[in-house]
């Protein structure tokens, strides 16, 4: 059975589920401004993606506009703020779609990047948006370095990238799922 409750700070003009979903009491134009009517029955709100993918919802208050993650919401809502200003609403399975209560919890970001580590959510290699190599350079580029015949400056120019970026691809300081 789905469970609802007040979104803290928001009057009673929205409540929010412990699977995940927000609902909101406000009539058709209501801004919140003034001695306005709730809605006889509420409104399952439409839910966006960030670019990372995560569910956003964004809320009204007096016209102000609040966006924020799902996750997020769903812990302050039904645990209140966490203990300390730095702490992640985390993902048990890695799944940032599933945001009810259970698959949620306050960590910190260590525990946060272990589990990004632990799901198989961090991005490795060519999945990086910056990254200028490929494993296939990589394999390349650890093959000729181990031949001795090239300096690091030789390789990162022919490769396209820097001096340190590309001695620690050589030597396996990065890359090192290649």
Same mark, same amino acid.
């Given at each position: =059975? &789905?469970?609802? *409750? &007040? ?5 009673? /003009?929205?409540? $929010? +589920? ?7 009491? %406000? ?11 709730? !809605?006889?029955?509420?409104? #399952? =709100?439409?839910?966006?993606?960030? %670019? ?7 809320? +009204?208050?007096?016209? *102000? ?15 209140? &703020?966490?203990?300390?200003?730095? =702490?992640? !609403? $985390?993902?048990?399975?890695?799944? %940032? ?8 919890? /306050? ?20 999945? #990086?948006? =910056?990254?200028?190599?490929?494993? !296939?350079?990589?394999?390349?580029? *650890? ?12 390789? @990162? ?11 620690? @691809?050589?030597?396996?300081?990065? /890359?090192?799922?290649?």
């Amino acid at each position: =059975m &789905e469970i609802w *409750r &007040e979104v803290p700070n928001y009057a009673g /003009w929205y409540e $929010c +589920s412990d699977l995940g979903r927000v609902r909101s009491w %406000r009539t058709p134009g209501n801004n919140g401004l003034g001695e306005q009517p709730r !809605a006889l029955y509420p409104k #399952v =709100m439409k839910q966006g993606r960030t %670019r990372g993918d995560y569910l956003f919802i964004t809320l +009204s208050d007096s016209g *102000r506009l609040w966006n924020v993650r799902m996750n997020r919401l769903v812990l302050l809502t039904f645990e209140g &703020e966490p203990s300390d200003s730095d =702490m992640h !609403a $985390c993902h048990r399975d890695g799944d %940032r779609q599933n945001n009810a209560l259970d698959n949620l919890y /306050w960590g910190t970001v260590e525990e946060n990047e272990a589990d990004k580590v632990r799901h198989g959510t961090t991005p490795k290699g060519e999945q #990086v948006k =910056m990254s200028k190599l490929t494993a !296939a350079d990589v394999v390349d580029i *650890r093959d000729l370095w181990k031949t001795g015949g090239h300096t690091v400056l030789q390789l @990162a120019e022919k490769f396209g990238v820097s001096g340190p970026t590309l001695w620690k @691809a050589a030597v396996g300081k990065t /890359w090192t799922h290649v």
